[in-house]
């Protein structure tokens, strides 16, 4: 079984940054492409960004909303993966849910992860 906590939402104004966490269990991250996703109200799930297993090298994949702002990234010591967020902008707002697919390379489809966690929700004020 697999765990995955997010935490570091909070409130924030336009233009801040915020650090998102997810700290797994029952799985390295090492051995698993992560993901974060987000949904808004009123909205449908998407993607927001990947890295592939660590021994791929690492590969990034964002989201064209988000690139140039948000960074993922993981510390395999702590078995955690992160998401800086910069810039950020209203319409980010929503809640921020982590994910890990039993994949090689990166993934940016919800059915390609077999894991989510309980998410965390970013709120971003004009």
């Known amino acids: 079984q697999v765990q995955l906590v997010e935490s570091g939402g909070g409130l924030v104004q336009a233009g801040g940054s915020l650090r998102l966490s997810c700290a797994a269990s029952?799985?390295?991250?090492?051995?698993?492409?992560m993901g974060w996703f987000r949904q808004a109200p009123g909205k449908e799930r998407e993607f927001v960004a990947t890295m592939s297993r660590s021994w791929g090298g690492g590969v990034t994949y964002y989201a064209d909303s988000v690139k140039g702002r948000f960074t993922i990234s993981r510390d395999n010591a702590k078995n955690t993966v992160y998401l800086q967020m910069n810039s950020l902008k209203p319409e980010d707002t929503a809640v921020y849910y982590c994910?890990?697919?039993?994949?090689?390379?990166?993934?940016?489809?919800?059915?390609?992860?077999?894991?989510w966690g309980q998410g965390t929700q970013v709120t971003v004020s004009s």
């Open positions: 994910a890990a697919a039993p994949a090689f390379g990166v993934r940016s489809k919800e059915w390609e992860y077999d894991y």
């Open positions: 029952g799985r390295t991250i090492s051995t698993s492409a």
